[in-house]
């Protein structure tokens, strides 16, 4: 077990609405990185947040968008959900100045 | 431009072979990090590995092992004696930084029959 949590684990959402998924990172890190998993497809880079300022971004738009809290948890937000949206998010964890990278267990989102 | 390539889209395996999984990369940076992550059914990324680039040491742990070739640019992985808990997609990435900023293959889907 990795102590990063995701909420929530499953999420259905209509074409066109909001949606904030939530990570809580483990203990003493202070990076978060969110990532988009299509069915069948690696992983792909969204953005990582450092002291609570976005710090690195993938090719994706801007409605995707984030946070990070003090306590170094952090909030994905997608707006005006499109059905190619429809994924596995993962957020990873780890101390700025290396080591392990832990992930969460996802949040599957399904956009109808 | 950074690239992972994994070759192999699945492989099945009888109990008890032995499989290699194939991890080609590109990167133009001369200090860089290499992963192998496996994902179960549950979703979540599992770690196993990393190595940096100045380290070409291959490395064995349990039935699992590397092979770490900066000439061919590859990072093979082998699991020995396969087991069916083996079964499960296999992600090797690439990172230049020290942070969690990676760059993921498309996956090997291993099948390890009973």
């Known amino acids: 077990e990795t102590g990063v949590t995701q909420s929530p684990t499953h999420l259905i959402k209509t074409r066109g609405q909001q949606v904030t998924l939530r990570c809580s990172s483990q203990?003493?890190?202070?990076?978060v990185s969110w990532y988009q998993q299509a069915l069948g497809q690696g992983p792909q880079f969204i953005f990582q947040?450092?002291?609570?300022?976005?710090?690195g971004r993938g090719n994706f738009p801007p409605r995707f968008s984030g946070l990070q809290f003090p306590n170094y948890s952090s909030e994905l937000n997608v707006n005006a959900l499109e059905l190619d949206d429809s994924a596995l998010y993962l957020c990873?964890?780890?101390?700025?100045?290396?080591?392990?990278?832990?992930f969460g267990q996802g949040t599957r989102l399904t956009v109808v | 431009a950074q690239k992972v390539t994994q070759a192999q889209t699945e492989i099945s395996v009888v109990e008890k072979e032995d499989v290699t999984l194939d991890c080609v990369y590109e990167?133009?940076?001369?200090?860089?990090?290499l992963f192998w992550y496996k994902q179960p059914p549950s979703g979540e990324l599992v770690f196993l590995i990393r190595?940096?680039?100045?380290?070409?040491q291959n490395e064995i742990s349990g039935r699992y092992s590397w092979n770490f070739q900066k000439s061919t640019s590859s990072f093979n992985f082998t699991i020995t004696a396969s087991q069916v808990v083996d079964s499960a997609v296999y992600f090797c990435a690439l990172s230049e930084t020290t942070g969690n900023q990676f760059y993921f293959g498309t996956g090997t889907s291993l099948t390890v029959i009973p």
């Open positions: 190595r940096n680039s100045f380290d070409e």
């Open positions: 947040y450092y002291r609570e300022e976005e710090n």
């Open positions: 990167t133009r940076d001369t200090t860089y990090y």
């Open positions: 203990s003493g890190h202070n990076t």
């Open positions: 990873a964890s780890s101390h700025r100045t290396g080591g392990r990278a832990f």
